[in-house]
């Protein structure tokens, strides 16, 4: 579809879950990306691919968008980037959120993200404005900052309330037990990390009827959290109780301009077998994101991310 000459991506994806299954060597630090090699790539036809997707990347972050495309992504959801960077083009399909709305001076603006990452909105007005703002630039799904340094819980419902009249879905940044519940609480479609903090049996049943009435999705990022045991039994009792799992890995807080052979070794860790880490690559996240709506265009061309 988009010109690469690549490997089908069943069998590619059957040689990762196979490796997988090996011992794995140590993960790269984040000062020394590593590269899926480029030299086992055969040219097949193209019904026979599907198509592989990152949920969770910061391409102005992390800016390869080359080497995702050449090592075999298809397409991803980048979830925070300055406001400078929606609408442009890459060599992938993207869909972007723009800036994830937070408190003033909130995460990721006292952090990481301090270079326009965040909007700091303290009234509803500014959180309606912001959303207006990041759809007229190209913004296609909004993502929220809760925890401690993030959006305020009743500016974060005044956001998802407005986001979903405007059909568009809200991705919240909810990695402690309190923040996943509030973030269910308020209709969330998309945890944007698998949470680190222990999920409460209420919690996860808060979850479990947003799956009853809705499609809430979470994306995994278990490698870029340490893929800890809590986080790997919060993905399996938020997967139980119905709720879609997605491939993600946080390009750009882990350095794997490819698809990350740790991320589908946690995957199979949290009890997902090789069809079920396929689907939460591929046709799962194409469908649920609406990337079949996106033109893509002949190699040597970009995408528009709108």
């Known amino acids: 579809m988009f010109g690469l000459a690549r490997i089908s991506c069943v069998r590619w994806l059957a040689c990762l879950l196979v490796a997988c299954s090996a011992p794995q ?6 000062a020394q990306p590593h590269a899926v090699p480029s030299n086992a790539k055969p040219e097949v036809r193209e019904g026979d691919r599907k198509h592989v997707v990152d949920s969770h990347v910061h391409l102005a972050f992390y800016p390869v968008a080359d080497k995702l495309a050449q090592h075999g992504v298809d397409a991803v959801v980048d979830l925070a980037s300055p406001e400078w960077a929606l609408g442009k ?3 992938l399909l993207v869909i972007q959120s723009g800036p994830m709305l937070t408190r003033p001076r909130g995460y990721p603006l006292d952090s990481w993200g301090a270079d326009g990452y ?7 007005a500014c959180v309606k404005q912001a959303i207006d703002r990041l759809v007229k630039q190209g913004a296609r799904v909004i993502k929220i900052a809760l925890d401690d340094k993030g959006l305020d819980p009743k500016l974060a419902q005044v956001a998802v309330s407005y986001a ?3 059909n568009l879905k809200v991705a919240v940044h909810a990695l402690t037990d309190a923040s996943a519940r509030v973030a269910a609480d308020i209709h969330a479609d998309v945890l944007a990390h698998t949470p680190v903090e222990p999920l409460s049996g209420d919690t996860v049943a808060a979850w479990k009827r947003e799956a009853q009435t809705g499609l809430p999705a979470v994306l995994s990022t278990l490698a870029a959290f340490g893929g800890s045991d809590d986080a790997i039994g919060n993905l399996q009792r938020l997967r139980a109780a119905g709720v879609t799992v997605l491939y993600g890995t946080d390009l750009g807080n882990v350095r794997v301009d490819g698809p990350s052979q ?3 070794a946690l995957l199979k860790r949290a009890g997902l077998d090789d069809q079920a880490i396929e689907t939460a690559m591929t046709t799962a996240p194409w469908d649920f994101w609406g990337f079949s709506g996106l033109v893509a265009v002949p190699a040597g061309k970009t995408t ?3």
Do not use: T
């Not at 060597?25 to 984040?30: D, G, K, L, Q």
């Not at 965040?118 to 509803?124: E, H, M, P, Q, T």
């Open 262 to 264: 740790e991320e589908i």
């Open 304 to 306: 528009d991310s709108r």
């Open 25 to 30: 060597p140590p993960a790269a630090s984040p």
């Open 164 to 166: 979903h009249s405007l």
């Open 118 to 124: 965040g909007i700091g909105c303290g009234k509803s």
């Open 89 to 91: 083009k890459y060599p």
